[in-house]
Nanobody
Framework: QVHLVESGGGLVQAGGSLRLSCAAS????????MHWYRQGPGEQRDLVAT???????TYSDSVKGRFTISRNNPWNTVNLQMSSLKPEDTARYYC?????????WGQGTQVTVST
């Protein structure tokens, strides 16, 4: 059984930082590309950042230069370091991977950025 469990969300003031983590189990974590998505109130779920098995990273334009995705293969975790947070970063953040022919999502962790 594959499980993705996010943590690290919370309330932060604009300009602050948060670090999200996603713990994966039930898969050979190191071979899979991992993603962070986010979904704001009344909005669609959007891709934020991606890290491949080799460690290559890509980011959405809205977070480039402020967010950093990383992975720790021995610990089966993928992290999202978020800095210079803005109110428009307020959303529920989800960990995602595609493995064994299907998608897997975590339950999400809420990030709220106040002005």
């Amino acid at each position: 059984q594959v499980h993705l469990v996010e943590s690290g969300g919370g309330l932060v003031q604009a300009g602050g930082s948060l670090r999200l983590s996603c713990a994966a189990s039930g898969i050979n974590f190191k071979i899979y590309t991992m993603h962070w998505y986010r979904q704001g109130p009344g909005e669609q779920r959007d891709l934020v950042a991606t890290i491949t098995s080799s460690g290559s990273t890509t980011y959405s334009d809205s977070v480039k230069g402020r967010f950093t995705i990383s992975r720790n293969n021995p610990w089966n975790t993928v992290n999202l370091q978020m800095s210079s947070l803005k109110p428009e970063d307020t959303a529920r953040y989800y960990c995602h991977t595609f493995a064994r022919g299907r998608e897997f999502w975590g339950q999400g962790t809420q990030v709220t950025v106040s002005t």
